[in-house]
C-alpha cells in the first residue's frame, strides 16, 4: 500500500475529504519526525514506539576496490512494534 491508497482509506473510514486526510496524515508523520529527531520516543500504544538510536562507528570495505574504510558513528531512527500489533501478525 502506498501513501495514495492509504488517504484513501483512511478518508474513506472516517467520511473526510481525501485533503483533509492528506493534511492530517502529513501533519502526524511530520509529528513524529521532529519528535524523534530531538531524540524524544513517540510511543503509540498497541501499534508501536519510534525512537532514535546511534550507531557505533565501525570499520567496513569498499565493495570495489576491498580497501578498508572507516564508517562513522550516526544516528538513525528505530521502530520497535508493540504487542498488539506482533501478536495480530502471528
Do not use: C
Request: avoid cysteine; aromatic fraction near 6%; glycine fraction near 6%.
Amino acid at each position: 500500500m502506498n501513501k495514495a491508497e492509504l488517504i484513501e482509506k483512511i478518508a474513506k473510514e472516517t467520511n473526510q475529504t481525501k485533503a483533509q486526510t492528506e493534511r492530517m496524515l502529513d501533519a502526524t508523520l511530520d509529528t513524529i519526525k521532529k519528535s524523534v529527531k530531538k531524540g524524544d520516543e513517540v510511543k503509540l500504544v498497541g501499534f508501536g514506539t519510534f525512537a532514535k538510536h546511534k550507531r557505533k562507528a565501525r570499520t567496513g570495505r569498499n565493495p570495489q576496490t576491498g580497501k578498508t574504510i572507516k564508517i562513522p558513528a550516526a544516528w538513525y531512527p528505530k521502530f520497535r512494534p508493540g504487542s498488539d500489533f506482533k501478536s495480530m501478525l502471528r
